[in-house]
């Protein structure tokens, strides 16, 4: 194709529709008809990222290989589409007004005054056209957060209608997101949201090309009909996106629906192929009819918000299709974690993960929740401060070094058998500079990790600012914990694991940002397949 082609994505009536889900789902339709497709989100709030944020606020953060910390949207493009995004693939305000106002001081716009139109909005068309100008795709969807309306989003709606403008005809089109609600009392699906929704956008300048109703209930051939009239939009055009039992029927549910068409159409693209999903429908075939069945405890001190861990419940669907088996997570909060109530909280799990985070609140537990899972041989999977909060119950249980911790936790300790990196010593801001994205490990041949990777050098995500302390290498490894993962320029620990047990693995990474449906990460796929080999020798052993 000789020029990139644009889809926007709009939001209407209300947050949470699932863009993000529908702009995935376009996009694995378009790419498996043979079109290189990629998806970014431009982010109306002020914050540069999403680094700095409480998964409270706005759920988990995402991690790219160039160290770009990230919506979690991107999270599903990756799962969906299995492309790796970037730093490009991700744009919010304040990184938006951060470049204006560097452009302003070094004094790039010869005196004008700087205003959001041309200046902001010039800067916003630049960043969504960034990744198109590259060469290495035919389309370019663009998520567009918040609803429309918004303050936050003005400028963003401003620019995509002068994009669109200048693009031209069949270059660039705009699919509205909106709410048809069921009103139980009236007994009916109401469109008028979705209506005052559109001419919110038409207000803009901005015409829906393609509406995507999103509904509890079926929306009837007559409701089509009106929305169409009342929107100014072909029928063919009006997508109803209902409620579905997993985000992974979506791209059947909108093909079956004709968005890929009328998006094609409308873009005067070719549509002369059926997507080839045969990868896809047998993945689903095999997530809703599994065989077997285990439950995984999932450690953490955010669980009350399920989006806080959202990629490693992805990466437990992806595991536990390949095994042909469904894994229950159950969130645990750490915080609840007593040594009085550790059994009765743990009992009946067949594998514990315990999760990242940052800063001391519910440390103790995810601690004793180790121990738990070493002294009882349950597998046992530690990701990133999981993976410290194993070393340190080492070292306190079985080294018999008391009061030993990370540097994070207590600063003061006698045994600081997670510390900071030297070069992290002097930093104090906050924001992107912990270790971030893809880092190189060499595993240890004849090692459990090296057994479940298949391979001896392999690269993963990181985002983290402490590490394991190499001083106390030598007597973790006499004692049985053995760190068999190492960056091989830094020498740092990325792995450790306890041959004894029966599965110990901890990571100083973060695997599940490299889960997708196309290529399930092989640590989960390993860690699933460990749990239920572990679950069905003792149901054998407790029948004999």
Same mark, same amino acid.
């Given at each position: 194709?000789?020029?990139?082609?644009?889809?926007?994505?709009?939001?209407?009536?209300?947050?949470?529709?699932?863009?993000?889900?529908?702009?995935?789902?376009?996009?694995?339709?378009?790419?498996?008809?043979?079109?290189?497709?990629?998806?970014?989100?431009?982010?109306?709030?002020?914050?540069?990222?999403?680094?700095?944020?409480?998964?409270?606020?706005?759920?988990?953060?995402?991690? !790219?290989?160039?160290?770009?910390? @990230?919506?979690?949207?991107? %999270?599903?493009?990756?799962?969906? &589409?299995?492309? #790796? *995004?970037?730093?490009?693939?991700?744009?919010?305000?304040?990184?938006?007004?951060?470049?204006?106002?560097?452009?302003?001081?070094?004094?790039?716009?010869?005196?004008?005054?700087?205003?959001?139109?041309?200046?902001?909005?010039?800067?916003?068309?630049?960043?969504?056209?960034?990744?198109?100008?590259?060469?290495?795709?035919?389309?370019?969807?663009?998520?567009?957060?918040?609803?429309?309306?918004?303050?936050?989003?003005?400028?963003?709606?401003?620019?995509?209608?002068?994009?669109?403008?200048?693009?031209?005809?069949?270059?660039?089109?705009?699919?509205?997101?909106?709410?048809?609600?069921?009103?139980?009392?009236?007994?009916?699906?109401?469109?008028?949201? !979705?209506?005052?929704?559109?001419? @919110?956008?038409?207000?803009? %300048?901005?015409?829906?090309?393609? &509406?995507?109703? #999103? *509904?509890?209930?079926?929306?009837?051939?007559?409701?089509?009909?009106?929305?169409?009239?009342?929107?100014?939009?072909?029928?063919?055009?009006?997508?109803?996106?209902?409620?579905?039992?997993?985000?992974?029927?979506?791209?059947?549910?909108?093909?079956?629906?004709?968005?890929?068409?009328?998006?094609?159409?409308?873009?005067?693209?070719?549509?002369?192929?059926?997507?080839?999903?045969?990868?896809?429908?047998?993945?689903?075939?095999?997530?809703?009819?599994?065989?077997?069945?285990?439950?995984?405890?999932?450690?953490?001190?955010?669980?009350?918000?399920?989006?806080?861990?959202?990629?490693?419940?992805?990466?437990?669907?992806?595991?536990?299709?390949?095994?042909?088996?469904?894994?229950?997570?159950?969130?645990?909060?750490?915080?609840?974690?007593?040594?009085?109530?550790?059994?009765?909280?743990?009992?009946?799990?067949?594998?514990?993960?315990?999760?990242?985070?940052?800063?001391?609140?519910?440390?103790?537990?995810?601690?004793?929740?180790?121990?738990?899972?070493?002294?009882?041989?349950?597998?046992?999977?530690?990701?990133?401060?999981?993976?410290?909060?194993?070393?340190?119950?080492?070292?306190?249980?079985?080294?018999?070094?008391?009061?030993?911790?990370?540097?994070?936790?207590?600063?003061?300790?006698?045994?600081?058998?997670?510390?900071?990196?030297?070069?992290?010593?002097?930093?104090?801001?906050?924001?992107?500079?912990?270790?971030?994205?893809?880092?190189?490990?060499?595993?240890?041949?004849?090692?459990?990790?090296?057994?479940?990777?298949?391979?001896?050098?392999?690269?993963?995500?990181?985002?983290?600012?402490?590490?394991?302390?190499?001083?106390?290498?030598?007597?973790?490894?006499?004692?049985?914990?053995?760190?068999?993962?190492?960056?091989?320029?830094?020498?740092?620990?990325?792995?450790?694991?306890?041959?004894?047990?029966?599965?110990?693995?901890?990571?100083?990474?973060?695997?599940?940002?490299?889960?997708?449906?196309?290529?399930?990460?092989?640590?989960?796929?390993?860690?699933?397949?460990?749990?239920?080999?572990?679950?069905?020798?003792?149901?054998?052993?407790?029948?004999?």
């Amino acid at each position: 194709m000789s020029q990139t082609k644009y889809i926007f994505v709009t939001g209407g009536v209300t947050s949470s529709l699932g863009k993000g889900i529908i702009a995935a789902s376009l996009a694995k339709l378009l790419q498996a008809r043979g079109y290189r497709t990629t998806i970014q989100k431009l982010d109306p709030y002020i914050n540069v990222d999403p680094g700095t944020l409480n998964p409270y606020e706005h759920g988990e953060c995402y991690v !790219t290989d160039d160290g770009a910390e @990230t919506d979690l949207d991107l %999270g599903h493009y990756e799962r969906f &589409l299995n492309v #790796r *995004t970037s730093q490009a693939n991700n744009v919010t305000t304040g990184r938006i007004y951060q470049s204006v106002i560097e452009k302003e001081r070094r004094g790039e716009f010869l005196g004008k005054t700087v205003q959001v139109v041309p200046h902001i909005t010039n800067e916003i068309k630049e960043r969504i056209q960034n990744l198109g100008k590259s060469g290495e795709y035919d389309i370019v969807i663009t998520e567009i957060g918040g609803t429309v309306g918004d303050i936050e989003s003005l400028p963003y709606i401003e620019a995509v209608r002068q994009l669109l403008w200048e693009l031209g005809e069949h270059n660039g089109i705009v699919v509205h997101l909106t709410l048809v609600p069921f009103l139980s009392a009236a007994g009916e699906l109401k469109t008028k949201p !979705t209506q005052h929704s559109v001419k @919110t956008l038409m207000e803009s %300048g901005i015409k829906a090309d393609i &509406l995507v109703c #999103r *509904t509890e209930h079926e929306i009837s051939e007559d409701i089509k009909e009106k929305l169409a009239l009342f929107c100014n939009v072909k029928k063919e055009a009006v997508i109803q996106s209902i409620d579905a039992s997993t985000i992974y029927d979506v791209p059947i549910l909108m093909q079956e629906e004709g968005l890929d068409t009328v998006a094609l159409e409308k873009l005067a693209l070719p549509n002369d192929t059926e997507p080839n999903l045969d990868q896809w429908k047998e993945f689903l075939q095999r997530h809703k009819n599994p065989k077997n069945k285990v439950t995984i405890g999932l450690i953490g001190k955010y669980v009350e918000l399920p989006d806080s861990y959202k990629s490693i419940q992805e990466a437990f669907i992806h595991a536990g299709a390949t095994n042909e088996v469904e894994v229950e997570v159950r969130s645990i909060h750490s915080e609840h974690l007593e040594a009085k109530n550790i059994d009765k909280k743990l009992m009946g799990l067949d594998g514990l993960l315990v999760a990242p985070g940052f800063g001391e609140r519910g440390i103790e537990g995810k601690v004793k929740a180790v121990q738990y899972a070493r002294e009882n041989d349950v597998p046992f999977l530690g990701i990133c401060l999981g993976m410290q909060m194993a070393v340190i119950e080492f070292a306190r249980n079985v080294l018999n070094l008391n009061g030993a911790n990370s540097t994070e936790m207590d600063k003061s300790t006698a045994h600081p058998v997670i510390s900071l990196m030297e070069e992290q010593k002097s930093i104090t801001d906050m924001g992107g500079t912990m270790r971030l994205g893809a880092w190189d490990c060499h595993l240890s041949d004849y090692s459990l990790v090296h057994e479940v990777y298949g391979t001896t050098d392999i690269s993963e995500r990181h985002r983290h600012r402490f590490e394991f302390n190499n001083d106390y290498k030598q007597q973790m490894e006499e004692a049985g914990l053995v760190p068999t993962g190492f960056n091989p320029k830094t020498g740092l620990v990325e792995v450790i694991e306890i041959p004894s047990h029966p599965w110990f693995i901890g990571v100083q990474y973060h695997p599940e940002y490299r889960s997708t449906v196309a290529s399930p990460h092989p640590l989960f796929v390993g860690f699933v397949k460990a749990v239920l080999a572990q679950k069905q020798q003792q149901k054998s052993a407790s029948l004999t």
